[in-house]
T-cell receptor, first 115, second 111 residues
Framework: DAGVIQSPRHEVTEMGQEVTLRCKPI?????LFWYRQTMMRGLELLIY????????DSGMPEDRFSAKMPNASFSTLKIQPSEPRDSAVYFC?????????????FGEGSRLTVL | SQQGEEDPQALSIQEGENATMNCSYK?????LQWYRQNSGRGLVHLIL?????REKHSGRLRVTLDTSKKSSSLLITASRAADTASYFC???????????FGKGTRLSVIA
């Protein structure tokens, strides 16, 4: 079975540019999570979806960040405009159940560098 | 914050030795999970222990949970160089809230 697939793996962009990160969860999984990882703050939950519906976006830093899940097999995280402090590794993870207590399956991450 | 805290932040041991990492948390949990992250890779689930369990084994991994002390430990026995990675605990708290991750322990196993 394919795991969680994220693209791009690496992105270098300039401040002010729009960034779109993509995620394909494992087929049949009902929950999808976006995390951000930095040395300073560790792994932070940005937003999660159950059955394609956003449940909690309180972790999204500000209005520059938005996430969508138009169907069960695809999600995007968009940053517009990007800033240097957005530099981090962004992980997508999926889970089998709607109850958020089970095992998470992570993608390999998208490393974003904003110059 | 519900975030768990791992201790130590970094650990360096010789191959063949045992490695013990600890995790403390602040509020009651449904379960506690341990994940591993190799450099430049995503996190991989290792083991889940429920709040009514005290100990769990998986291969060379042993996890204990003490809910009275709000703490857990991960023991890796007979460590190998390939165990070099960061290890994270993640806690599931009451209600339908997602996992909260600690900042991890960086383990280096020297051959």
């Amino acid at each position: 079975d394919a795991g969680v697939i994220q693209s791009p793996r690496h992105e270098v962009t300039e401040m002010g540019q729009e960034v779109t990160l993509r995620c394909k969860p494992i087929s049949g999984h009902n929950s999808l999570f976006w995390y951000r990882q930095t040395m300073m703050r560790g792994l932070e939950l940005l937003i999660y979806f159950n059955n394609n519906v956003p449940i909690d976006d309180s972790g999204m830093p500000e209005d520059r960040f938005s996430a969508k899940m138009p169907n069960a097999s695809f999600s995007t995280l968009k940053i517009q405009p990007s800033e240097p402090r957005d530099s981090a590794v962004y992980f997508c993870a999926s889970s089998r159940t709607e109850v958020n207590t089970g095992e998470l399956f992570f993608g390999e991450g998208s490393r974003l560098t904003v110059l | 914050s519900q975030q768990g805290e791992e201790d130590p932040q970094a650990l360096s041991i010789q191959e063949g030795e045992n490695a013990t990492m600890n995790c403390s948390y602040k509020t009651s949990i449904n379960n506690l999970q341990w994940y591993r992250q190799n450099s430049g890779r995503g996190l991989v689930h290792l083991i889940l222990i429920r709040s009514n369990e005290r100990e769990k084994h998986s291969g060379r991994l042993r996890v204990t949970l003490d809910t009275s002390k709000k703490s857990s430990s991960l023991l890796i026995t007979a460590s190998r160089a390939a165990d070099t990675a960061s290890y994270f605990c993640a806690t599931s708290h009451s209600g339908n809230t997602p996992l909260v991750f600690g900042k991890g322990t960086r383990l280096s196993v020297i051959a």
